[in-house]
């Protein structure tokens, strides 16, 4: 990560505003002109296209993901743990780049700037690489979900970022289906709703299982096909009952 060092070093100056600027200028130590804004390019080197483009998304990454992670109240042990993991194994920065990365993620923490401030100027830097926008949602819903639940604040910024991000309702439930276990859709596979009683559950598990227990499906010398897609559909009520018995404690 060339452009860190070459900040670090002050060999290099940098100009950038908005939110970015302002993290990055309490951060590294640039000046800034008078409104508070843009840090003003120093008379050494500057920073490359790719340099520059490096800054910008780890400032804002490590930004954004200290506006999410204080959204509830607090920061869990457990959502620090998913940002190292994230800074150890999906960026492989060394000790040095993940004491920066703490440290702008801890300045973002105290930062005037908001949540959408960071995500808008994300998306100003990096909206022709949709790639990298997807990769954001991505860390954020796993960072969030570190603790055992996405929250309803949690989740409400981060459908503002995809929204943001020019990112559909699809591929949003797509990204976030990797981390979050839709109970609802079991709900569904069921026949039964949320507001159904356990006993009622229970019952309609068992009447669905009479019908389609494979045993049951053989004695009655259907086609081979359609066997075999019963006993799919046997997997699917057993799978589902699994997920809602564990979500509301059935014994």
Same mark, same amino acid.
């Given at each position: 990560?060339?452009?860190?060092?070459?900040?670090?070093?002050?060999?290099?100056?940098?100009a950038?505003?908005?939110?970015?600027?302002?993290?990055?200028?309490?951060?590294?130590?640039h000046?800034?002109?008078?409104?508070?804004?843009?840090?003003?390019?120093?008379?050494?080197?500057?920073?490359?296209?790719?340099?520059e483009?490096?800054?910008a998304?780890?400032?804002?990454?490590? *930004?954004?993901?200290? %506006?999410?992670?204080?959204?509830? +109240?607090r920061?869990?042990?457990?959502?620090? /743990?998913? &940002?190292?993991?994230?800074?150890?194994?999906?960026?492989?920065?060394?000790?040095?780049?993940?004491?920066?990365?703490?440290?702008?993620?801890?300045?973002a923490?105290?930062?005037?700037?908001?949540?959408?401030?960071?995500?808008?100027?994300?998306?100003?830097?990096?909206?022709?690489?949709?790639q990298?926008?997807d990769?954001?949602?991505?860390?954020?819903?796993?960072v969030s979900?570190?603790?055992?639940?996405l929250?309803?604040?949690e989740?409400?910024?981060?459908?503002?970022?995809?929204?943001?991000?020019?990112?559909?309702d699809?591929?949003?439930?797509?990204?976030?289906?990797r981390?979050? *276990?839709?109970?609802? %859709?079991?709900?569904?596979?069921? +026949?039964?709703?949320?507001?159904?009683?356990? /006993?009622? &559950?229970k019952?309609?598990?068992?009447?669905l299982v009479?019908?389609y227990?494979?045993?049951?499906i053989?004695?009655?010398?259907?086609?081979?096909?359609?066997?075999?897609?019963?006993?799919?559909?046997?997997?699917?009520?057993q799978?589902?009952?699994?997920?809602?018995?564990?979500?509301?404690?059935?014994?």
């Amino acid at each position: 990560m060339g452009w860190l060092g070459k900040v670090i070093g002050g060999t290099i100056g940098f100009a950038m505003g908005g939110p970015f600027g302002a993290v990055a200028g309490a951060v590294f130590g640039h000046a800034f002109d008078s409104s508070g804004q843009k840090y003003i390019q120093a008379d050494r080197g500057r920073l490359s296209q790719g340099e520059e483009a490096q800054m910008a998304f780890f400032l804002g990454a490590f *930004s954004m993901l200290a %506006k999410l992670a204080q959204v509830d +109240g607090r920061v869990s042990e457990e959502e620090m /743990d998913s &940002i190292e993991h994230f800074m150890v194994h999906d960026l492989q920065l060394n000790q040095q780049s993940r004491g920066v990365a703490i440290t702008i993620f801890n300045t973002a923490l105290q930062s005037p700037g908001t949540f959408q401030d960071f995500t808008r100027q994300f998306y100003d830097h990096f909206r022709f690489q949709p790639q990298l926008l997807d990769l954001m949602v991505d860390i954020m819903l796993r960072v969030s979900i570190a603790d055992g639940v996405l929250s309803d604040s949690e989740e409400q910024l981060i459908q503002s970022a995809v929204h943001t991000f020019n990112l559909s309702d699809s591929q949003y439930s797509a990204i976030r289906s990797r981390y979050v *276990s839709d109970v609802d %859709k079991y709900y569904a596979i069921l +026949g039964c709703s949320r507001s159904d009683s356990d /006993d009622q &559950i229970k019952g309609r598990y068992r009447k669905l299982v009479q019908e389609y227990h494979p045993d049951k499906i053989a004695s009655k010398g259907l086609p081979e096909e359609f066997t075999r897609l019963a006993e799919e559909k046997f997997r699917e009520i057993q799978q589902a009952y699994d997920a809602v018995k564990k979500e509301r404690g059935i014994n």
